[in-house]
T-cell receptor, first 116, second 109 residues
Framework: NAGVMQNPRHLVRRRGQEARLRCSPM?????VYWYRQLPEEGLKFMVY????????ESGMPKERFSAEFPKEGPSILRIQQVVRGDSAAYFC??????????????FGQGTRLTVV | RKEVEQDPGPFNVPEGATVAFNCTYS??????FFWYRQDCRKEPKLLMS???SGNEDGRFTAQLNRASQYISLLIRDSKLSDSATYLC??????????FGRGTSLIVHP
């Protein structure tokens, strides 16, 4: 049973370009969470999705950022017109659900985005 | 007040020592509690869940105090390989997991 798969592992973009980050959850997991981690800082929640639905996007910047989790295929975090401040590690986590015993979330290896 | 607070450390301890971390949370409606471990530039990995009755896994013991709104992690007989950042995670009714900033542990020979 493969774990949470994120790609690419490293992504370099010039200012103004678009970045697309992909996350395939663990088999059987329908809940996906995206987090951003700046150097020397903690994990900041961005968005929580279930298949075809955004459940909570309260942590995501209103502009330039969007996320989706289509019926088929991976979850996508899209950043348009990237700026240097977007440089960070972006982690995806999945769970069968979150909350209660036995429903822990598991993380992918992350995508390290560098904007030059 | 931050939702989840941890002492950032670092905690610098010799091999074989016992070390304890605390984490406080602000939302009294929180339902699920976890400890994760994160090594430098790696993804967080689940260390253990924290149940109401407390739980133990080898050298690691986690406890929950709902009245005082904190959870703890105790590591006995520390190993060099325990050096990492330990993340406290709390989620409430909305099931949005919230991470503390982490506590850094350095175990030295």
């Amino acid at each position: 049973n493969a774990g949470v798969m994120q790609n690419p592992r490293h992504l370099v973009r010039r200012r103004g370009q678009e970045a697309r980050l992909r996350c395939s959850p663990m088999k059987g997991h329908s809940h996906v969470y995206w987090y951003r981690q700046l150097p020397e800082e903690g994990l900041k929640f961005m968005v929580y999705l279930q298949k075809e639905n955004i459940i909570d996007e309260s942590g995501m910047p209103k502009e330039r950022f969007s996320a989706e989790f289509p019926k088929e295929g991976p979850s996508i975090l899209r950043i348009q017109q990237v700026v240097r401040g977007d440089s960070a590690a972006y982690f995806c986590a999945s769970s069968p659900r979150w909350g209660g015993e036995g429903t822990e979330a598991f993380f992918g290896q992350g995508t390290r985005l560098t904007v030059v | 007040r931050k939702e989840v607070e941890q002492d950032p450390g670092p905690f610098n301890v010799p091999e074989g020592a016992t070390v304890a971390f605390n984490c406080t949370y602000s939302n009294s409606a929180s339902q699920s509690f976890f400890w994760y471990r994160q090594d430098c530039r790696k993804e967080p990995k689940l260390l253990m869940s924290v149940y109401s009755s407390g739980n133990e896994d080898g050298r690691f013991t986690a406890q929950l105090n709902r009245a005082s709104q904190y959870i703890s992690l105790l590591i006995r007989d520390s190993k060099l390989s325990d050096s990492a950042t330990y993340l406290c995670v709390v989620s409430g009714g909305s099931y949005i997991p919230t991470f503390g900033r982490g506590t850094s542990l350095i175990v030295h020979p």
